[in-house]
């Protein structure tokens, strides 16, 4: 199974903020949207970061509270490792593992065009184990 089945039952839809929004401003999106990242995008809409739960941590513990109120260009990741719709769920957790990160914007013809968690890769991979189970039940079973 590939990014486009994922997406296909998760939807499209991305959270994204822009790079000049303050660190508080992200902190208060993941709460109020129930997710771990959010993209950075530019005027165009292309992507310029990725920002997390882990990077905001991280950013209070190493200069304080006052961190809050910084631009989100200063505490982002800029060098985003992205994945397209082709890309299969051994590919994510390639991607995933190497990276040591839980989530992953899909990219397709320069925009963006979704995002991947860990535990939407998690989900398809149960369910992939799962038709493999069945199909092997059924092999066994007509003998």
Excluded: W
């Excluded at 401003?25 to 949207?33: C, E, I, M």
């Amino acid at each position: 199974m590939n990014v486009a089945t994922i997406l296909a039952g998760k939807g499209r839809d991305v959270t994204t903020i822009s790079s000049t929004a303050d660190l508080l401003d992200v902190a208060r999106s993941l709460s109020a949207q129930k997710i771990g990242a959010i993209i950075v995008t530019d005027d165009g809409g292309a992507v310029s970061g990725i920002i997390s739960e882990r990077d905001i941590v991280n950013a209070i513990a190493k200069n304080g509270a006052e961190v809050l109120l910084r631009p989100v260009s200063n505490h982002m990741t800029q060098n985003v490792i992205t994945c397209h719709d082709e890309e299969t769920t051994s590919d994510l957790m390639g991607k995933m593992t190497q990276g040591r990160f839980r989530h992953l914007p899909v990219v397709n013809d320069g925009k963006l065009d979704g995002i991947i968690s860990i535990g939407d890769v998690v989900k398809m991979r149960i369910a992939e184990a799962q038709l493999e189970a069945d199909a092997m039940r059924e092999y066994i079973a007509s003998g």
